[in-house]
């Protein structure tokens, strides 16, 4: 059956960094785009990153290039996100996700896997 599940998430300060994982099953991670979206209370889910399945190319949302780095390890099934800089709104459920196609397409209906999500709390 199809996994995502991702961890890493808490509290942290403004300013600061933390490092979500996000452990696939092999059904659900060998050659897929995985990407990483957000959602903060009363808004839309919203694209952050994503990564091509042989971990080569990257792609960024404009309001975290230059913080945030995607990258994945094949080997272990797994796809991070490394979260510098934080700001109070980067607030929000980071969710991992799963594709078969480009890394470009950034609509949550182009993902077929969801993990669960984990909290990111970003406070002054």
Same mark, same amino acid.
């Given at each position: 059956?199809? $996994?995502?599940? *991702?961890? &890493?998430?808490?509290?942290?300060?403004?300013?600061?960094?933390?490092? %979500?994982?996000?452990?696939?099953?092999? =059904?659900?991670? &060998? =050659?897929?785009?995985?990407? !990483?979206?957000?959602?903060?209370? &009363?808004? *839309?889910? *919203?694209?952050?990153?994503?990564? %091509? !399945?042989?971990?080569?190319?990257? #792609?960024?949302?404009?309001?975290?290039?230059?913080?945030?780095?995607?990258?994945?390890?094949?080997? +272990?099934?797994?796809?991070?996100?490394?979260?510098?800089?934080? +700001?109070? *709104?980067?607030?929000?459920?980071?969710?991992?996700?799963?594709?078969?196609?480009? %890394? #470009?397409?950034?609509?949550?209906?182009?993902?077929? #896997? !969801? &993990? $669960?999500?984990?909290?990111?709390?970003?406070?002054?």
């Amino acid at each position: 059956q199809a $996994q995502l599940v *991702e961890s &890493g998430g808490g509290s942290v300060q403004a300013g600061g960094s933390l490092r %979500l994982s996000c452990l696939g099953s092999r =059904g659900t991670f &060998g =050659g897929y785009t995985m990407g !990483w979206f957000r959602q903060a209370p &009363g808004k *839309e889910r *919203e694209f952050v990153a994503s990564i %091509l !399945w042989s971990g080569s190319t990257t #792609y960024y949302a404009d309001s975290v290039k230059g913080r945030f780095t995607i990258s994945r390890d094949n080997a +272990k099934n797994t796809v991070y996100l490394q979260m510098n800089s934080l +700001k109070l *709104e980067d607030t929000a459920v980071y969710y991992c996700a799963a594709r078969a196609g480009s %890394l #470009y397409y950034t609509k949550t209906d182009g993902y077929d #896997y !969801w &993990g $669960q999500g984990t909290q990111v709390t970003v406070s002054s």
